[in-house]
């Protein structure tokens, strides 16, 4: 399946995942990131905002803040910078995403990332929405990379380019790769 057609296929299978659902998954994909060694290791880690078909991060927010230093991407043209997370200082940015505000910081801080994706393979490969934003931020990154999704977004192959960027794992509500 070409890129294109998994993504549309990935949408209509997300279409119908329940609330309850994505919330159980949420909470049994966190708990699997807390029992990783990398990120009981980190003290900085980035999250993300989701969007109403992606894994939500509400709790992995909520939990964390408190024991890590949180950030989150922010749109910033064709780039993704990072800004440190602050529930009372966020606005709605690109793709009416909530994103922080405040200065940008340097990338290079990060230790772990939990990435969104649209469909991930057993080989550790993501595929994003196509605009390439994550493949440019995490180029230069030597965090931990945790793709998380649900179950349902793993597949069998993703047709990958020389700038894709593998996950160190994937890890859905049945499993870590």
């Not at 990935?10 to 309850?20: G, R």
Request: hydrophobic share 40%; glycine share 6%; with cysteine.
């Amino acid at each position: 399946m070409n890129k294109a057609d998994l993504r549309l296929h990935i949408k209509k299978c997300k279409l119908n995942i329940s609330q309850e659902e994505r919330e159980s998954a949420s909470t049994i994909v966190m708990n699997k990131i807390e029992s990783l060694t990398q990120f009981k290791e980190s003290k900085n880690i980035l999250l993300y905002n989701a969007l109403p078909d992606e894994l939500p991060t509400d709790c992995m927010l909520e939990k964390w803040t408190d024991s890590k230093e949180l950030f989150l991407p922010v749109v910033a043209g064709d780039n993704l910078v990072i800004k440190r997370y602050n529930k009372e200082l966020l606005k709605v940015g690109a793709f009416g995403i909530l994103e922080p505000t405040g200065k940008e910081i340097d990338f290079k801080l990060i230790d772990f990332i939990v990435v969104p994706g649209v469909a991930f393979d057993r080989e550790l490969n993501r595929l994003g929405r196509g605009k390439g934003f994550y493949d440019k931020l995490l180029a230069n990154s030597n965090a931990f990379l945790a793709g998380v999704g649900y179950d349902i977004q793993i597949v069998d192959c993703i047709d990958t380019e020389p700038h894709d960027i593998k996950m160190n794992c994937i890890i859905t509500e049945k499993e870590i790769l």
